[in-house]
């Protein structure tokens, strides 16, 4: 059962443009919200993350939104450039019988062309 | 301090096999977890170490198995091994294994099953 569903599967944006990923869960256990970026090669690594009391979070050009009540949140990045093209998850996480369990989206592929 | 790394980098085996990963946690984290990413999908929960027990597993099938040394790295054993198998595991260490916690990805070990 999928739980973290994430849309869209790809993404071409132009460079300087807004590039965003949309991403809902079901389960309402699930009390952190990462997003993970990753290059071909590369494990995942951590970009920018939400608790859910929080209605936006932003970090440089990378801002997060959380809508707790539709149970979606999205990642925006502002002035898009080339260096961003990865692939890119949203997760949810919760503590689960005392360990994280972290519920991955589909992954979206971003390609910024200059 | 050390990033999380991973053994070996490519692995090809043939079915019914077994195969071993392997995996050194970043310095001053206890706690290791491990994911398979199949192409194009999001990584998978398999199961989590907490020194050295397995305190939390995914959907997989106990022919998944693991193991924590005393100095925090850890073991992937998959038996009896199937096409479906095929798949880059990643493994990611934290510390303590809190909600909140970052979990810090290593470069993967891409499996192929023939």
């Known amino acids: 059962q999928q739980q973290v569903k994430q849309s869209p599967q790809s993404l071409i944006v132009q460079k300087g443009g807004i590039s965003i990923i949309n991403c809902a869960y079901e389960?309402?256990?699930?009390?952190?919200f990462p997003w993970y970026q990753q290059f071909p090669g590369k494990g995942p690594a951590l970009l920018i993350a939400?608790?859910?009391?929080?209605s936006e979070k932003k970090e440089g050009r990378f801002t997060i939104s959380f809508n707790k009540s539709a149970k979606q949140f999205s990642l925006h990045i502002m002035d898009s450039q080339p260096g961003d093209s990865a692939t890119y998850f949203c997760?949810?996480?919760?503590?689960?019988?005392?360990?994280?369990?972290?519920?991955f989206g589909t992954g979206t592929k971003l390609q910024v062309i200059p | 301090e050390t990033g999380v790394t991973q053994s070996p980098t490519h692995l090809i085996k043939t079915r019914g096999q077994q195969v071993t990963l392997r995996c050194s946690s970043q310095?001053?984290?206890?706690?290791v977890s491990w994911y398979q990413q199949a192409l194009g999908q999001g990584p998978q929960f398999i199961f989590q170490?907490?020194?050295?027990?397995?305190?939390g597993r995914g959907n997989f099938p106990p022919r998944f198995s693991g193991l924590q040394f005393p100095n925090y790295s850890s073991e992937l054993n998959v038996n009896a091994l199937e096409l479906d198998d095929s798949a880059l595991y990643l493994c990611?260490?934290?510390?303590?294994?809190?909600?909140?916690?970052?979990?810090?990805f290593g470069p993967g070990t891409r499996l192929t099953v023939l």
């Open positions: 997760a949810a996480s919760m503590v689960n019988g005392g360990y994280q369990k972290v519920t």
């Open positions: 310095s001053g984290h206890n706690t």
């Open positions: 990611a260490s934290s510390s303590a294994g809190g909600v909140t916690d970052t979990q810090y």
């Open positions: 170490y907490y020194r050295e027990e397995e305190n």
């Open positions: 939400i608790r859910p009391d929080v």
């Open positions: 389960n309402t256990a699930f009390d952190y």
